[in-house]
């Protein structure tokens, strides 16, 4: 992993993604399956998600679904 100062809920959620299925290569979630595993409110992860998309450490894509994927973008 990139040497980052990450918060608790920032390491929370890169390995909740970590956890999740495999699309286009690279472990993957949808945002209801994060909240349903975080241990905070609807807006802090937005919050993390945001920071985290800015620290370069995850990237947002799409399923075919139309619903948001969040990907690993880094090594835990």
Do not use: A, R
């Not at 620290?55 to 690993?72: A, D, R, T, V």
């Amino acid at each position: 992993m990139k040497n980052l100062n990450l918060t608790q809920l920032e390491t929370e959620v890169l390995t909740i993604i970590s956890y999740g299925d495999e699309y286009e290569e690279t472990p993957t979630e949808c945002f209801k399956n994060i909240l349903d595993s975080f241990n905070g409110t609807k807006n802090q992860l937005k919050g993390v998600i945001g920071s985290l998309e800015k620290k370069e450490l995850i990237w947002i894509g799409e399923f075919p679904n139309g619903q948001s994927s969040y990907h690993l973008d880094t090594e835990i």
